[in-house]
């Protein structure tokens, strides 16, 4: 009960700019808000909302581990084109649908344990490493694509893109899915302290018999998995591979939607719900924009505006000058929390 | 050699930060043609002096006269153009570019906005022929030795300033011949009536070079001597602060304990790092070592806790031979070590008190089996109770608890760990008196309850109330090792000072 009243607090804030940027939306399209049920699914712009989002969500998730142990991967959108390439190319040339979805987790696995060596044991620089496969992943999603765009037909893996359950658009059940198995393991385990520790302060973590490089290696490699997820799931709902646009920009998408979701680049305390609410947020803001009629040459200038007023409310200046202006506040003796009864 | 004719002269210089004195109220006179020794360990003042002297930092009170008139430089570059050159550790020039652009960056000789290559490369010749220097001026900086890097940045400082040269610590990455060659172009300096500043760790150097000393320690003047006829033995009390008089104070640490060593280190060593060594500890004894900055204390005890490995050797526990090849492995082992810098490789700031407290034995179970939340709730309010850590809450980030507590935390980290063996590198640096007296108190009853420790601590009036032997280690190996009634902090200056005597002759 208390701890899920402290993860309502600690969410709050991104709660409530999620619920501005949905209320503002809805005040300008009165339609916003309607839920239709046809043919055993549910139909609606929120729908759309969390059904878009998918991929910047599942991205969210791997990079919101990476960050918080002071990393960053920037090689998420290279590999979503990679792990649609491979899917697409093991389902054209006939591969039965569960050996498709094996090696694609596995290539996405790859991936990041690729990006985890770098960093863990090379020691090269998070962003710098990760820049690597994301200027040669596209060549590689490339070379697996032959230079076309594959398209295919088998039904068992456009239902990752297009398909549902209980009603709900099948990439919305996988990144809810995926947000709560990957928030259980590292909470219900120690793995979450493990990784903030690294975060704050790595050198203190390994003096303190923390795996580091271990963790590291864990980390990028979870992150390489969501986005060989979220590679399957774009290239499922366009039912092909586009080497040069699958997932372009969405590297940056996931991290802004991490640093909404209230993680910092700095590394250390992270919150997955919190990037997954930050990924919604941003899908809010651009099925915003689209529905606003607004010419597409404004989309990107509108959205970043909307960010950095975000931002700039969230930034500790303003939480700083918001707690100065909150009087009771302002006495300086430290309050004792009463312990949570137990 | 040295005139009488005073160059520079800092009287009471003060700076803070946060509140906390680095400098107070420091006096220090330079005169001309003289080399003038500045001394002190880690944290002493030293740097924190240049850079007041310097104008790196803006002093809170105090004034610096050159010359007799004050100055008041705003920076490195005014303090330059004033004729104060300082010459850093770290050659601080362009390793890619030749050594006639080095000399000459930013005042290139010039014609019609092109540099004159030619008449740069001449210059440069004619500067470093002063020092004794034939070298090919083209060449890049970096093909040549860090001596000749050295030399080249001082000729640089030199050319720029012209009366005080200030070097830190130029000589901590140069072999005994590169020393010599430096030694030769300082001594040149100070026939020509510069006054130069040299901070170093090396006592031998400063009996070598220097006309007169000054101790800095904790941000106080500790005082300024002439060289000659200074006991050696004086100096290295001057350090690390401790008058030879009010000596010989009853020692309750004590009685080595009986038995067979439980922790035994027999030839154990790093190329470069300290020499080969044997080390034992027993059950329930505390082990002091003892050495000045530098010596290889340190070194030490991240070769014994496997953060760096050994290059040959044996470590044994109870008699059996064991690896430690990473923190982790020592740990499990039952090892535990409190660094010195404890920011830096102790707390993990934005942690709570909690985490911090159960992070190593959650490292040492491992990722899958976490510590229930009751479990840490119980470790975190025990140890929290036991050693008295001041904090409002549990879950307070462990950043915000003064020094002294955040120091009892990080035991509470290892006492958590149950361990058998603890290793504390200056356990009471930098924390208020009261913290300091528990945390010895601490220290006597966890040897009490039968556990071993290695001590490294440069307060040895300390060191000699709970350590039953002290090891001392100087230029990189262990020494000599004092037991029972020669464990005092006069015998350890001696024993630190005759070796370094030995070392310098």
């Not at chain 1, 040459?297 to 931002?311: D, P």
């Not at chain 1, 009087?327 to 009463?338: G, N, Q, S």
């Not at chain 2, 709570?352 to 119980?378: M, T």
């Amino acid at each position: 009960m208390s701890v899920a009243l402290k993860g309502l607090r600690r969410l709050a804030p991104q709660l409530v700019t999620l619920a501005v940027v949905l209320a503002l939306i809805g005040f300008a399209f009165p339609g916003f808000f309607q839920l239709n049920w046809q043919n055993g699914r549910l139909y609606g712009s929120l729908v759309d909302v969390l059904n878009r989002g998918a991929p910047v969500a599942l991205l969210a998730i791997g990079m919101t581990l990476v960050i918080a142990t002071k990393g960053i991967d920037l090689s998420v959108g290279a590999v979503m084109a990679i792990t649609g390439a491979v899917a697409a190319s093991l389902i054209t040339s006939d591969m039965p649908l569960a050996v498709t979805l094996a090696l694609t987790l596995l290539v996405g696995l790859a991936c990041g344990l690729w990006n985890g060596a770098l960093v863990a044991f090379l020691d090269i620089q998070p962003i710098i490493a990760t820049l690597i496969l994301m200027v040669a992943g596209r060549g590689i999603a490339q070379l697996i694509t032959e230079g076309v765009i594959l398209t295919f037909n088998d039904a068992g893996l456009i239902f990752f893109g297009s398909g549902s359950v209980l009603g709900l658009p099948m990439p919305v059940v996988l990144w809810l899915l995926f947000g709560v198995l990957v928030a259980l393991l590292v909470r219900r385990t120690a793995l979450g302290l493990l990784i903030e520790a690294i975060g704050v302060n790595r050198r203190a973590s390994m003096l303190s018999g923390v795996r580091t490089r271990f963790l590291l290696l864990t980390v990028y490699a979870t992150s390489g998995l969501c986005a060989a997820v979220a590679g399957t799931v774009a290239a499922a709902d366009i039912r092909g591979a586009d080497a040069n646009n699958a997932g372009l920009w969405l590297e940056l998408d996931a991290i802004l939607a991490v640093v909404l979701g209230g993680t910092s680049l700095l590394g250390g305390r992270f919150s997955i719900a919190g990037s997954l609410i930050g990924a919604m947020i941003i899908q809010a803001i651009n099925t915003g924009i689209l529905l606003s009629g607004f010419p597409p040459e404004f989309n990107l200038i509108i959205k970043a505006a909307i960010i950095v007023v975000i931002l700039v409310v969230q930034s500790p200046a303003s939480q700083s000058l918001f707690v100065y202006l909150r009087p009771e506040r302002r006495d300086a003796t430290p309050v004792t929390r009463e312990r949570p009864a137990r | 050699m040295a005139s009488d004719v005073v160059r520079l002269r800092v009287q009471g210089a003060s700076k803070s930060f946060l509140g906390i004195r680095a400098l107070d109220r420091v006096d220090f006179s330079l005169r001309a043609g003289e080399v003038h020794a500045l001394l002190g360990e880690n944290g002493a003042g030293k740097s924190t002096l240049i850079k007041v002297i310097t104008g790196a930092y803006r002093r809170d009170g105090g004034e610096i006269l050159l010359d007799g008139a004050a100055i008041d430089p705003q920076g490195v570059t005014d303090a330059q153009a004033l004729g104060i050159g300082t010459v850093y550790q770290e050659v601080n020039l362009l390793p890619n570019l030749s050594v006639a652009e080095n000399l000459f960056i930013g005042r290139e000789p010039t014609r019609f906005g092109l540099t004159r290559t030619g008449e740069m490369r001449r210059r440069a010749r004619a500067l470093l022929g002063q020092y004794g220097l034939a070298i090919d001026v083209g060449a890049p900086l970096s093909s040549f030795s860090v001596a000749v890097q050295q030399i080249v940045a001082i000729a640089r400082a030199v050319d720029l300033s012209g009366k005080v040269l200030i070097l830190d610590e130029p000589t901590a990455s140069l072999d005994a011949h590169e020393v010599d060659t430096l030694f030769e172009v300082v001594l040149q300096l100070k026939a020509r009536g510069l006054g130069i500043v040299f901070i170093t760790h090396f006592l031998d150097q400063v009996f070598r070079i220097a006309d007169s000393v000054t101790v800095l320690r904790n941000g106080r003047l500790v005082g300024s001597r002439p060289v000659a006829g200074l006991e050696r033995i004086e100096l290295v009390s001057m350090m690390l602060g401790r008058e030879l008089q009010d000596e010989e104070r009853a020692r309750s640490g004590g009685a080595t304990p009986e038995g067979a060593a439980a922790i035994r280190f027999t030839g154990y060593g790093k190329r470069g790092s300290v020499a080969p060594f044997d080390l034992s500890v027993r059950r329930g004894e505390v082990v002091g070592m003892a050495g000045l900055l530098g010596s290889g204390r340190t070194e030490t005890a991240r070769l014994i806790f496997g953060i760096d490995t050994s290059d040959g050797g044996q470590a044994e526990i109870d008699g059996t031979p064991v690896t430690l090849g990473s923190p982790a492995q020592a740990i499990a082992h039952g090892f535990g070590f409190c660094p010195e810098d404890r920011k830096v490789d102790g707390i993990v700031g934005d942690l709570s008190v909690r985490e911090n407290i159960v992070l190593a034995l959650q490292a040492r179970r491992g990722w899958a089996r976490p510590l229930p939340r009751r479990a840490q709730d119980e470790l975190a309010a025990r140890y929290i109770e036991a050693l008295d850590i001041r904090t409002s809450d549990a879950e307070k980030p462990i950043k915000f608890l003064s020094g002294g507590n955040q120091q009892k935390a990080l035991l509470a980290r290892w006492l958590a760990t149950d361990p058998r063996f603890l290793i504390l590198d200056e356990p009471t640096r930098g924390i208020d008196v009261g913290a300091h007296a528990e945390i010895i108190r601490l220290i006597e009853r966890l040897c009490a309850d039968g556990m071993s420790l290695l001590v490294i601590s440069s307060e040895l009036e300390e060191l000699v109330v709970y350590a039953s032997r002290v090891v001392v280690l100087s230029d990189r190996a262990h020494v000599a090792e004092l037991t029972g009634e020669a464990v005092t902090p006069s015998g350890i200056m001696q024993a630190i000072a005759a070796h370094e005597k030995a070392a310098a002759a």
